[in-house]
């Protein structure tokens, strides 16, 4: 034994969303949509003690990786009623 504490692997809600750094509110919408795992601690069905195991959050941190597709269009639309678009930064041009 080397002296030093074991890994915590159990999370609270409040370290599992900075461990994801997503706000709690969208850790809990995430668990409520049944894409993440948790942990019910104690007794009282209606509101059990939630923690997060560590190789969960990592689990679901590899199943939410995306690659680029450079087939998808580069302009998007972003709202219907404001008619703006999403340029890229390097699709405007600079005087210099």
Not at 9 to 14: A, F, K
Not at 30 to 51: E, F, H, N, Q
Not at 60 to 84: M, N, T, V
């Amino acid at each position: 034994m080397t002296g030093t504490a074991p890994q915590q692997s159990l999370l609270t809600p409040s370290e599992a969303a900075d461990y994801l750094r997503i706000s709690t509110v969208t850790l809990r919408r995430l668990v409520d949509a049944g894409r993440l795992r948790y942990i019910a601690i104690g007794t009282s069905p209606k509101r059990p003690r939630r923690l997060y195991d560590v190789k969960d959050l990592d689990e679901f941190i590899a199943a939410s990786r995306r690659r680029h597709d450079p087939s998808l269009p580069q302009i998007r639309q972003a709202g219907k009623r404001r008619g703006a678009a999403v340029v890229l930064f390097s699709d405007i041009s600079h005087p210099r």
